[in-house]
């Protein structure tokens, strides 16, 4: 399968626990990208990387979330001391950015419910 | 960033055509108009883009107003398949590389 691909594919957590969430981007990719989406809404944006380097963090990205992305292949989104008000779809996507279309492909989401 | 008004829910029928209308009164110089569809329990996807002229591709076509201010999203014949969120969005290439969804459309394909 060459799709973005996201696990878990959901989590139910107490609130003030920690998770952390995996994207594994198409391996050609050097752009990956987290959104998140609540019930009825467009997906938001979260945080770009471009290889390794983070290069833009929305301010929905408190000082609880981190994410990284080592070596420029999968990422890792973080929450910290989780609210119920972090209860949503963590969307990931990849692109190529080699021309203006620069479609993002994006995995299925790993939804998250807290407690 | 630049805002699109889209209709908040279309009805259509399948193998009908499907006009769907996006609003962007304020839409700059550099920015291209892209159209991303969420299907029921899916990541969007990439539908189609374009800067000036109407393009088409083997999923649907899409109409540019003349002066830039509004556009159309075309599906020929709309299938059960189709029925989906769709968003449309600007995107300045020289700027951020995000894309901002708003509410988008909900189309309902009656059979």
């Known amino acids: 399968d060459t799709g973005v691909s996201q696990d878990p594919r959901h989590k139910i957590t107490k609130r003030g626990q920690n998770v952390t969430f995996r994207c594994d981007p198409i391996s050609e990719h050097n752009r990956l990208y987290w959104y998140r989406q609540t019930l009825g809404q467009g997906p938001e944006f979260l945080t770009y990387?471009?290889?390794?380097?983070?290069?833009?963090k929305s301010r929905l990205l408190s000082d609880r979330f981190s994410a990284e992305r080592p070596k420029g292949s999968f990422s890792t989104l973080e929450i910290q001391r989780t609210e119920q008000g972090d209860s949503a779809m963590y969307l990931c996507?990849?692109?190529?950015?080699?021309?203006?279309?620069?479609?993002?492909?994006f995995g299925p989401g790993t939804r998250l419910t807290v407690l | 960033d630049a805002k699109t008004t889209q209709p908040n829910s279309m009805e259509s029928n399948e193998e009908e055509p499907v006009h769907l209308p996006c609003n962007h009164s304020?839409?700059?110089?550099?920015?291209?108009i892209h159209w991303y569809r969420q299907l029921p329990s899916q990541g969007p996807e990439y539908v189609i883009h374009g800067l000036t002229s109407n393009v088409n591709n083997r999923m649907a076509s899409l109409a540019i107003a003349e002066d830039r201010k509004s556009s159309t999203l075309i599906l020929h014949r709309a299938t059960l398949r189709d029925a989906a969120v769709y968003y449309c969005?600007?995107?300045?290439?020289?700027?951020?590389?995000?894309?901002?969804f708003g509410q988008g459309t909900r189309l309902t394909i009656n059979p």
């Open positions: 990387f471009q290889n390794e380097a983070q290069l833009e």
């Open positions: 969005i600007l995107r300045d290439w020289q700027g951020a590389q995000k894309l901002v």
């Open positions: 304020t839409i700059s110089g550099t920015d291209y």
């Open positions: 996507a990849s692109s190529l950015g080699s021309d203006r279309r620069d479609e993002q492909f």
